[in-house]
């Protein structure tokens, strides 16, 4: 289906036939490497989308707030993780999910989180299910495989009459992988990020501690791994969408981005060159994710209406509302009258995730003759 006209922008479109092959192609890979997906929900914040991702074969999934994790579970979701290190703060905001019948895991990195956590699980008379975060690359927050701190924090997650914290297993993600540009070094991340989480999970077992899962991912090394032995669990979440930056990569090509930004020709300036539109940086976020890519793409990569990458225009400069795309081709165009006010255009996104946050809804160009359809999403913490 082509893009309806009249419609108002600056608005985002989801092409959903290129989602759901999206979604096809991960959860099939996942299957044939004998492992349980748990997709990244935060790229989307949107029910219809995890649906989807459920129904081809997903087991739970994986947030990064506690708004995501109580929203999916007022749809039904009932097995999720929250990926990221929890604060004390949120202790009791877990505590009410879990006794809404939410399955819940939590994670942690180190022994005071870990000792704090089991304290609030015993003063409440539950017990929490951690894992613990393992640095496999550097990146970010985490434990070393090898760092003696790890058996530590295990201990710390103690129960006592079956309330307080009980260590789940260990998780990690190699978000290094964002930095790669070649199908070798992808796998060879690939490949590190496995080992050295599965490394984690043996040290733990050596010391007395069950480690049943072993949950690793990103969406580039998901896509380029070659075995997964020892892992339990993978999780990605941008692949669901794709954007420049993944293409940059080389997990993905441009044609199977499925988010798009729609956007109206507002104004000229002739004399620079320059096309206005009405989709700045509030619509696309200021994410510059391109910028070390062998092509960099700026606020994103301007296409016709049609999704057709327009290579002579350079989205570069952006202001809140104003999108300033730049016309590299020849001088001699009439730019007025090759892209005539009220013209409208699509710009691919450079991270999904951010430009999905600046939006409330996803205008949906359906897979088959249905009409334009919208999705809502949602965020905030």
Known sequence: MGVPSGLATPLLLLDEARM??????????MDSLGVRFRPHVKTSKCPEVVRRQLAAGAGGITVSTLKEAERFLAEGVRDILYAVAI????????????????DLTLLVESV??????????????????????????GHRSGVRPDDPRLPEVAAAL?????????????????????????????????EQER?????????LRASG????????????????????????????????????????????????????????????????????????WMAMSRDRGTEKQAQDFGYGAVCDIEGNVIPQLAFNEANQEHGVLHWT?????????????????????????????????????????????????????
């Not at 604060?87 to 939410?102: E, T």
């Not at 080992?195 to 040290?203: L, Y």
């Not at 090759?338 to 600046?358: D, E, K, M, N, W």
């Open 329 to 381: 081709g020849d001088r001699d165009v009439d730019l007025a009258r090759r892209f005539p006010l009220g013209s409208q255009l699509r710009i691919l996104p450079v991270h999904a995730c951010a430009t999905g946050a600046q939006h409330e809804d996803y205008a949906v160009l359906p897979a088959f003759g249905e009409g334009l359809r919208r999705w809502p999403r949602f965020s905030g913490w």
């Open 158 to 190: 103690a129960t006592r009459d079956g309330c307080g914290a009980r260590l789940a297993g260990v998780m990690t993600h190699a978000g290094s992988s964002y930095a790669l540009r070649t199908p070798e070094a992808l796998a060879a991340m690939a």
């Open 209 to 280: 501690h069950a480690c049943e899962t072993v949950s690793v991912g990103s969406t580039p090394t998901a896509l380029s791994a070659r075995s997964l032995e020892g892992v339990t669990e993978v999780r990605a979440g941008v692949y669901v969408f794709f954007d420049l930056v993944m293409a940059g990569i080389g997990v993905c090509t441009r044609d199977e981005i499925a988010l798009s930004v729609l956007c109206s020709v507002i104004g000229h300036r002739p004399d620079a060159g320059w096309i206005i539109t009405d989709a700045g």
């Open 87 to 102: 604060a004390p703060g949120k202790f009791d905001h877990a505590l009410r999910l879990a006794r809404q019948g939410l």
């Open 195 to 203: 080992a050295r989480c599965v490394e984690a999970a043996d040290r």
């Open 20 to 29: 759901q092959r999206n979604v096809e192609r991960m959860q099939a890979r």
């Open 112 to 137: 005071p989180a870990a000792e704090a956590l089991a304290r609030h699980g015993t003063a409440h008379g539950h017990c929490h299910d951690v894992l613990i975060e393992v640095d496999s690359d």
